[in-house]
């Protein structure tokens, strides 16, 4: 098993900045891609940001040129910059993991998650 802890939400103002941590350990030699989730009250789960252990990233486009995220692979580790936020970024973000041979995490999210954390951009 593998389990992933979030921390580094909080409020932010419009066009401010926020860094997003998830430490993974357990089972992490089983894990491959690491990478966000988000969910805003009453709509679907969001894709944000995956990265592989061999530093291939993919971002989506909805925040392309404003997110950025990067991994330590010695301390089990992905980060996600956010910067430039909007207030529609508002959401409780996930980290989530993939197992070796999983399938792109763009589209069908990895077996593990973290209890989330929140995010909150003020207009």
């Known amino acids: 098993q593998v389990q992933l802890v979030e921390s580094g939400g909080g409020l932010v103002q419009a066009g401010g900045s926020l860094r997003l941590s998830c430490a993974a350990s357990?089972?992490?030699?089983?894990?491959?891609?690491m990478g966000w989730y988000r969910r805003t009250p009453g709509k679907q789960r969001e894709f944000v940001a995956a990265v592989t252990s061999a530093g291939r990233t993919n971002i989506a486009d909805s925040v392309k040129g404003r997110f950025t995220i990067s991994r330590d692979n010695a301390k089990n580790t992905v980060y996600l910059q956010m910067n430039s936020l909007k207030p529609e970024d508002t959401a409780v973000y996930y980290c989530?993991?993939?197992?070796?041979?999983?399938?792109?995490?763009?589209?069908?999210?990895?077996?593990?998650w973290g209890p989330g954390t929140q995010v909150t951009v003020s207009s």
């Open positions: 357990g089972s992490t030699f089983s894990i491959d891609g």
């Open positions: 989530n993991a993939q197992r070796h041979f999983g399938p792109d995490m763009s589209t069908i999210p990895g077996a593990y």
